[in-house]
């Protein structure tokens, strides 16, 4: 049997063939990942004799354009997780690591584990994207709370606390009211020195524009928290570019959470398990996608306990002699992306107390029993991970039988 070890980096990998008893078959070698040279690399490992898999590191986005092309030419790809290795073997008091012992030390594990190691099976095209989309998602909503911070930071030396006189929702397209209201009237002075009638007028007008609903009450109330407030920094062009560029951003990226939302709805709308997510308590059209998204297909997960496990929300045991630690904490080795989730979706059980729901009823069980609060949230979460996966997966095969 030849186990063929890819060491995955940016852009190129580092290559070892071994047969058990350490014989190496194909020293150590360097690709890069383009086309020509991976092809070469797949007709090379096919014309080894004997069995051959193909074992690497779980590296981000590196590793798939690699373990994909491998897995089409026909190749037992199998991608394990870096936490696996990384402990692996390390019988050394000397800390040497390169890109060639890191390869030796990788074809070994595989050669150890050849019987349990996984086949590489790559995720559909929608399961991909949605989950690429939520992630982009997440990282449009970082940036999305520094602007609004920093401008309403920036506000309190021009216009402060503008952004509680307003208490509308943010429209579909991620525009605010306040944020809109702002870019117009960038400064206290700005309604400061307008009569009362003048500025009903202009907010009139630029309610009219923007399709917001006037008040006479509310714009009596802008004009007299207006005159009330003190701007520290001079009504000048400067103090404007600052706040309308800030402004700007803010709106931009809005309007860019509002569509990967959209999208993401949408794409997780065509998958077989929609149905039956959305139809769980405390899951809407926000949280549904992005559990969806970070979950994926529930059928690659053997157990509900290795769906638990991924989640990084289990509690593994921990004895030694005499010592049985009974308090444990989650092992936080899975997907932090999926226990934020988790977290949100708890948050609403907590919010909205579903007396019927088994998820609650376990919650406020722990409660009741003196349990911390991330204690009882996380047991919960564990709790509803377990039925998540016992729904979906009975759904899904029923799908399968139809």
């Known amino acids: 049997m030849n186990c063929v070890c890819i060491d995955v980096s940016k852009g190129k990998s580092m290559i070892a063939v071994m047969r058990p008893f350490g014989e190496v078959v194909i020293s150590p070698f360097e690709i890069r990942h383009t086309t020509s040279e991976l092809s070469e690399l797949a007709k090379r490992l096919k014309s080894l004799d004997g069995e051959t898999r193909v074992v690497m590191e779980s590296t981000g986005n590196y590793h798939v354009p690699v373990a994909w092309l491998l897995q089409d030419a026909g190749l037992y790809v199998s991608v394990v997780n870096a936490l696996l290795v990384h402990d692996y073997g390390n019988n050394s008091l000397r800390r040497a690591k390169t890109d060639k012992k890191d390869a030796v030390k990788l074809a070994n594990y595989g050669l150890d584990h050849w019987l349990t190691l996984t086949r590489y099976v790559p995720e559909a095209n929608t399961r991909l994207l949605l989950k690429n989309c939520y992630r982009q998602y997440q990282q449009y909503s970082k940036v999305h709370t520094m602007l609004k911070n920093n401008l309403i930071s920036l506000l309190d030396a021009v216009f402060p606390e503008v952004n509680r006189l307003?208490?509308?929702?943010?429209?579909?397209?991620?525009?605010?009211?306040?944020?809109?209201?702002?870019?117009?009237?960038?400064?206290?002075?700005?309604?400061?020195?307008?009569?009362?009638?003048?500025?009903?007028?202009?907010?009139?007008?630029w309610c009219k524009k923007y399709g917001y609903k006037f008040s006479q009450e509310k714009a009596l109330e802008l004009?007299?928290?207006?005159?009330?407030?003190?701007?520290?920094?001079?009504?000048?062009?400067?103090?404007?570019?600052?706040?309308?560029?800030?402004?700007v951003?803010?709106?931009?990226?809005?309007?860019?959470?509002?569509?990967?939302?959209?999208?993401?709805?949408?794409?997780?709308?065509?998958?077989?398990?929609?149905?039956?997510?959305?139809?769980?308590?405390?899951?809407?059209?926000?949280?549904?996608?992005?559990?969806?998204?970070?979950?994926?297909?529930?059928?690659?997960?053997?157990s509900k306990k290795a769906?638990?496990?991924?989640?990084?929300?289990?509690?593994?045991?921990?004895?030694?002699?005499?010592?049985?630690?009974?308090?444990?904490?989650?092992?936080?080795?899975?997907?932090?992306?999926?226990?934020?989730?988790?977290?949100?979706?708890?948050?609403?059980?907590?919010?909205?107390?579903?007396?019927?729901?088994?998820?609650?009823?376990?919650m406020d069980k722990k409660r009741?029993?003196?349990?911390?609060?991330?204690?009882?949230?996380?047991?919960?979460?564990?709790?509803?991970?377990?039925?998540?996966?016992?729904?979906?997966?009975?759904?899904l095969n029923t799908l399968a039988q139809t």
């Open 166 to 205: 307003f208490s509308s929702p943010p429209r579909a397209d991620g525009s605010e009211k306040w944020v809109d209201f702002v870019s117009a009237f960038w400064h206290c002075q700005c309604i400061s020195r307008l009569t009362l009638k003048s500025f009903s007028a202009k907010y009139l007008k």
């Open 223 to 247: 004009h007299t928290k207006a005159c009330s407030y003190i701007g520290v920094m001079p009504s000048n062009d400067t103090t404007k570019l600052l706040v309308q560029q800030t402004i």
């Open 249 to 302: 951003q803010l709106q931009a990226t809005s309007a860019a959470l509002a569509s990967l939302k959209q999208e993401m709805q949408s794409l997780a709308a065509s998958l077989p398990e929609y149905p039956v997510v959305m139809g769980m308590f405390g899951i809407g059209p926000i949280l549904g996608p992005q559990l969806m998204a970070e979950i994926g297909d529930v059928r690659r997960f053997h």
């Open 307 to 362: 769906l638990v496990a991924f989640a990084g929300i289990d509690a593994p045991p921990y004895q030694s002699g005499q010592m049985d630690v009974r308090s444990r904490s989650i092992s936080k080795r899975g997907s932090a992306a999926l226990r934020r989730t988790l977290f949100l979706v708890m948050g609403v059980y907590l919010q909205n107390a579903p007396q019927d729901e088994p998820v609650y009823k376990f």
């Open 368 to 395: 009741s029993e003196g349990k911390p609060y991330r204690v009882y949230m996380m047991a919960s979460a564990n709790k509803f991970l377990r039925i998540y996966y016992a729904s979906v997966t009975t759904y």
